[in-house]
DNA sequence: GAATGCCGTTTGTCAGACAATGTGACAAAT
DNA sequence: ATTTGTCACATTGTCTGACAAACGGCATTC
């Protein structure tokens, strides 16, 4: 006789069960509007109280969204959210800089690969005006950061590899905020990163993949290069690089990355 | 004169907000026990609907759970939260299988190097023991398919690496949630399927880094060859391939990666 | 026709209550 | 001595009812 865990859900997570399978189903579709709460009382039989609590979880998975007036709107979970979760993990479970960089170092050359197969020359204008700015921004190390990690995001795009986007995102952005701390590293290397991201564009634009590839390591290695010059442990848990406002911060600011 | 866009929290966030802060910066250690919903009320100066609200945000995030009794306790989200996220988001926008399949594979190669660098024998035992297990379930194509999941998710632990255990884990879940779709595939093949892992397993002990990624890339082509010989279409999205309930159910069957 | 003010609807929050479930301690039974 | 029954207590899950603030839409005004 095998007898199994005993697990009863709450109305609250009834509630929320129902309307995610519903979004994900698609039997309510991205973008139409959730019933009001009091519908909802109705609909599942239960007060509004647990209705409410019901929709706090959908929202924080992403799956709602407050639209024109209250009212809540289904919507796609973006990036960001898959951001969050894994900038907590990874802050909680004390992961190392030297984890993050290895990860993102093979992604980024996935991306060089990738974008080599499919570029197409909108992206790759975006990535050349990306660089065009990134040279005005000398002497601005705050903005050559967030212009680096902007490149980066802007190539995961350029592959249409979606499934590379979500995953390479949240990476992107922890490197982004722990060298943000160490800001002096950038003054000395700007202009390898300009040289870096410019022939890595060329290569991409004249389709040879191993040249990409090759910048491409060549810069990630040069990241790590400036961050331990710089006196960081590469050792060191990312919490110990970045404090939790400024992550939330850089969370809320994404550009809402779209994925067509 | 610059004004900048208004953004009031409400209530229930600020208290969300206010938690997460402290248990991300360690002011509440994972373990401990949240104040009850009363003293919160207390604290925060609201009353016990918007504590409530607030804790179902926290609850979501995999920040809190129910530990003994029903006081909550923190948590540091692990895997499973980031991986129910990525699976939200990539149904949603509707990546397809061949996306999922790319990325896969180069985290996979990636997990091959790092694993024949660190290395270390009681992992390198687990793989041992799912692969003899595997041999065992040989007729019984649902095993076969969730031990072939488990291989590669050791796999991953073994490289003592957490981001790409973390970056890895949905897209594991997730090929093998489709691939379960399509059961069919491989009665014909687990013959090759042993020998792959076999020939990956042997490369690692021998610290043969090429072999090893070699043979996993096959390992990785196979599984492709497999899936469209039994009739999928690469392209479509896996919501195609996959219900929503069956990933429910797989999200929370995992075992809960422990991240050392 | 565009700006303004009003009104119904919906949400955010409050106030208070009760039942269900879990804890811990202690007595009773085996 | 270990297990089981019982009880008081703490905490959570849910309900009831209510109100103010904020928003969409509509009629009004210039």
């Known amino acids: 006789m095998r007898l199994r865990q005993i697990n009863i859900a709450t109305s609250y997570q009834e509630v929320f069960q129902q309307l995610e399978s519903a979004i994900l189903k698609g039997s309510i579709k991205i973008g139409e509007t959730i019933p009001t709460e009091a519908e909802l009382c109705r609909i599942f039989g239960v007060k509004r109280s647990s209705v409410r609590e019901g929709i706090r979880l959908l929202e924080q998975s992403g799956l709602v969204a407050r639209g024109a007036g209250r009212r809540l709107i289904a919507t796609a979970p973006a990036t960001d959210r898959t951001s969050e979760n894994f900038i907590r993990s990874a802050t909680l479970n004390a992961v190392t800089l030297r984890e993050l960089w290895r990860v993102e170092r093979e992604l980024e050359a996935l991306a060089c690969r990738l974008a080599c197969e499919v570029a197409r020359s909108e992206h790759l204008d975006r990535l050349a005006a990306n660089i065009k700015e990134t040279r005005r921004s000398a002497g601005d190390p705050k903005a050559t950061t967030r212009l680096d990690m902007e490149f980066h995001r802007l190539l995961s795009q350029a592959t249409g590899n979606r499934a590379l986007t979500i995953a390479r995102d949240p990476l992107g952005i922890l490197l982004y905020a722990s060298t943000d701390f160490l800001i002096a590293r950038l003054d000395q290397s700007t202009g390898r ?16 993949v191993d040249l990409a590839v090759l910048w491409m390591t060549r810069h990630m290695d040069d990241f790590k290069r400036g961050c331990t010059m710089s006196g960081a442990d590469f050792d060191q848990p990312i919490s110990d690089f970045v404090d939790h406002e400024t992550l939330a911060a850089l969370i809320r600011a994404q550009p809402e990355t779209s994925l067509p």
Chains 1, 2 share one sequence.
């Open 193 to 208: 990163l300009i040289t870096a991201h410019e022939n890595i564009l060329a290569a991409i634009r004249a389709k040879d």
